[in-house]
């Protein structure tokens, strides 16, 4: 039996509901249930994938290739379950949906209205593409009061009502603010968002309460009074050092006993949290100390590259170390003078990126690592800059260029335009949308033999996702050989190259996909843990 957890958010923004929904599904894994995690986001995009990571921060990839909330994100890295398509839905698709069938005519000529319809769909949605899981956590984005929520508020009261109590459960995330003036921690705010959530028929089993300290005893009666919630569930989720602490905190305030306690669960066997408890002593005892610098584009909003600094952090983890992480943004390095920057450093990282804008800045980390021997990191937009940079400084092709910026003379950058997933062939036109177009999701690659990166995956053949639309053009293959770039990860088809790597260099590697997706704290991803590991030996040198 599949019991549902919807865990919605009042009072602000930015609270970290989708942690909490992480740390929760990890915690009920912990005790031997089956989890999965959905995000259901209220703004009228039909995906993430075309909005600016300033307004949405990094867009998460699934395997099966849809452009997700990086909320997605956390689920994945908390509790190893894949996403899938069908884990993130937004009002925009749900809409698209219903007048999709309103043309097609299943509505048999009825209105068609929000409810029932649209309410129907998410529940459709929230129901869809579920096995055995004894959990599915549901995460409702924005805010409590927002007009945007209400359809979703809605559908989940209703299920409330058709499923029963005993398998589902509404959690509410709050903040308790403290009022230095006053001396306390509020509950004001706490009370009207669920007086809130109470007019669209929702009573909260259970409140987490944000707050920068324990919360009084006093203060925790007020809200189960005036909230018509037990005392005991009223959880209080403190803020932690790091983000790998919060299963191990909440658990601590009783979060996962009294989610058992709601459906009749208490004798679920206890937790076992030694593997949290590990991860957070390796982050709290690090036996040195490594810098490496992220050359960007979005570097003045970390959530656009929330996976990759984590990632970056698992490398971490795995090697003992921390990782101090140095946003530059690209555009500083087109100026005179200005790579001196990347002077201490111990390891050079390009991410992601779509657009001219700080091309040239990221073509000049990439030559200063390549020279100066410090390790250097290409992922995606990073792979692309570093086969640029080659094919300019080595491969005597001055013109090389993206055709990602314009037509140019020599692409070794370039639009596919057809390519074969598994069996089937894809086709794209240059003008087709933009909007669930790229390469998407997970694609084959298969390993050279004897390279770097086929030391560092201990495998031959390997299965990582992907987000682009421009590819390193195999044309240019023999030249950049000759210019001493090494092409050590193809596609099955040995059309679409994967990876490149250099081996007059301690560690030069640029792949085309995201392995920062698939990385977790307890499984940091491979090349992760061996950049890092070059990281430190670097750190020896200077
Ligand atoms: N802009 C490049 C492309 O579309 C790289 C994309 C990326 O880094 N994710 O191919």
Same mark, same amino acid.
């Given at each position: 039996m599949t019991r549902f957890i919807f865990i919605t958010g009042g #009072?602000?923004?930015?609270?970290g509901k989708g942690l909490a929904s992480a740390a929760l599904a990890s915690l009920l894994q912990t005790r031997g249930f089956k989890v999965r995690l959905r995000k259901l986001d209220p703004?009228?995009?039909?995906?993430? +994938?075309? *909005?600016s990571p300033y307004q949405h921060g990094e867009v998460y990839v699934t395997d099966d290739g849809a452009e997700t909330d990086l909320d997605l994100g956390h689920y994945e890295r908390f509790t190893g379950v894949s996403s899938r398509r069908s884990d993130n839905i937004t009002t925009g698709r749900i809409y698209s949906n219903v007048i999709a069938r309103e043309r097609r005519g299943d509505y048999l000529g009825a209105t068609v209205q929000v409810i029932p319809h649209v309410t129907d769909a998410i529940k459709e949605f929230i129901k869809?593409?579920?096995?055995?899981?004894d959990f599915v956590l549901c995460e409702i984005g924005?805010?409590? @009061?927002?007009?945007?929520s209400l359809p979703f508020l809605e559908a989940i009261r209703q299920l409330g009502n058709e499923l029963g109590r005993e398998r589902t459960m509404f959690v509410h995330l709050t903040l308790l603010p403290w009022i230095p003036a006053a001396g306390e921690l509020k509950t004001k705010p706490t009370q009207h968002s669920v007086k809130e959530l109470l007019s669209v028929g929702i009573q909260p089993d259970m409140l987490m309460c944000r707050a920068d300290r324990e919360i009084p005893v006093g203060e925790r009666r007020k809200i189960a009074l005036f909230c018509n919630v037990r005392e005991e569930a009223v959880i209080a989720a403190l803020d932690v050092d790091?983000?790998?602490?919060v299963p191990v905190s909440y658990h601590e305030q009783g979060l996962d006993q009294q989610v058992c306690k709601h459906f009749g669960l208490a004798a679920a066997p206890p937790p076992n949290l030694s593997r949290w408890q590990q991860i957070v002593e390796r982050i709290r005892y690090p036996e040195g100390e490594v810098t490496i610098a992220v #050359? +960007?584009?979005?570097?003045?909003?970390l959530d656009s590259y929330k996976s990759l600094a984590e990632a970056l952090h698992h490398g971490g983890i795995a090697n003992n170390v921390k990782v101090k992480l140095n946003w530059l943004?690209?555009?500083?390095? $087109?100026?005179?003078? &200005?790579?001196?920057?990347?002077?201490?450093?111990h390891g050079i990282l390009v991410p992601g990126g779509f657009g001219e804008r700080g091309v040239s800045g990221k073509i000049a980390a990439v030559k200063f690592a390549r020279e100066r021997k410090v390790p250097y990191f290409g992922i995606c937009f990073g792979m692309q800059m570093a086969v640029i940079e080659a094919a300019r400084?080595? &491969? @005597?092709?001055?013109? &090389?260029?993206?055709? $990602?910026f314009g037509p140019c003379d020599e692409p070794v950058v370039g639009l596919m335009t057809e390519w074969l997933r598994g069996n089937q062939l894809v086709h794209r036109a &240059? @003008?087709?949308?933009? +909007? +669930?177009? *790229?390469?998407l999701g997970a694609y084959d690659c298969r390993l050279l033999a004897e390279s770097r990166v086929a030391e560092i995956y201990g495998q031959s053949h390997i299965s990582e996702r992907h987000r682009h639309r421009y590819e390193v053009n195999i044309e240019y293959k023999e030249r950049l050989e000759r210019a @001493?770039?090494?092409?050590?990860g193809l596609s099955p088809d040995g059309i679409l190259p994967e990876i490149v790597e250099r081996h007059d260099h301690p560690w030069f590697i640029g792949v085309q996909f995201h392995p920062e997706l698939k990385s977790k704290p307890f499984d940091p991803h491979p090349l992760f843990t061996s950049f890092i590991h070059a990281a430190v030996q670097q750190s020896r040198l200077v």
């Open positions: #009072v602000v923004s930015s609270l703004y009228l995009n039909v995906d993430p +994938g075309t *909005m869809s593409d579920i096995t055995d899981e924005g805010t409590v @009061g927002d007009i945007e790091t983000i790998y602490q #050359v +960007g584009k979005y570097t003045s909003l943004d690209s555009q500083i390095f $087109e100026t005179e003078g &200005a790579i001196h920057a990347l002077e201490d450093v400084s080595l &491969a @005597g092709l001055p013109k &090389a260029n993206s055709t $990602e &240059a @003008g087709d949308d933009l +909007g +669930g177009t *790229m390469r @001493g770039l090494v092409f050590s």
